[in-house]
């Protein structure tokens, strides 16, 4: 079981993944959704019964105690959301130990077995970023998650900014992006892919101050729609 920590912010770039595709597509009604196996995929730490087994004993503290929100136990902050289109997959959420802006991060995904976790490598930024010049921001998007073919796809969207010491907008770029991970079921244990980037917009600031500027974008790839 692996150290139970999550990080707020972290920053990356994430290779686009050309053809993935982006728009999910609902369970027929009275359907039983049955999880599949994902090609490739790593396996998750789990089944544990709760969040007492992987974080401790809940606490009794005010959210934003620490500058942090969700549900406080012994060993790290949890923020859970119910996933209303999840087939096999009850809910979903992430946690972390430490101050808001130091650890490693992790998801769990529920299941009728209990919840699976995974550690989310550095990279993989949770929260915004603190460089004043270059702020940076990512999370999951559960509400736009869907089951579909089998397979759990889990939204996660990002953001990130860098700006030119002292020169106002000129030179400034800003970037927004959109990944997909898969997510299935082997032998009742949860097992999830890499993630794939479905869709970037790059955009940039060029020109003179004080009002001869220009911001020009670049779209790839087809964003999930919210």
Known sequence: MPAHSLSIALLASLALACGASSTPRPITPGATPVARDIAGATPLHGP?????????AALAREEGDDGSSGV???RCTVQESELSSGGAFLGMATYHEGSPYQGSSYL??????????TEVPDGRPFGG??????PSSRSFDPATTRFEDGALRIVER???????PGQGPIGSSSR?????????LRDGVVVCAPPQEVYRETCQVTGELPDRTERACEEHGEDVPR
């Open 158 to 164: 990002g953001s990130a900014s860098s700006f030119m």
């Open 72 to 74: 406080h136990h012994e």
């Open 108 to 117: 769990a995904l529920r299941t009728a077995r209990g919840w699976f976790v």
């Open 129 to 134: 970023g603190l460089s004043h010049h270059s």
């Open 176 to 184: 927004q992006w959109t990944s997909v991970t898969s997510c299935g």
């Open 48 to 56: 544990f019964a709760g969040w007492d087994e992987i974080c401790g």
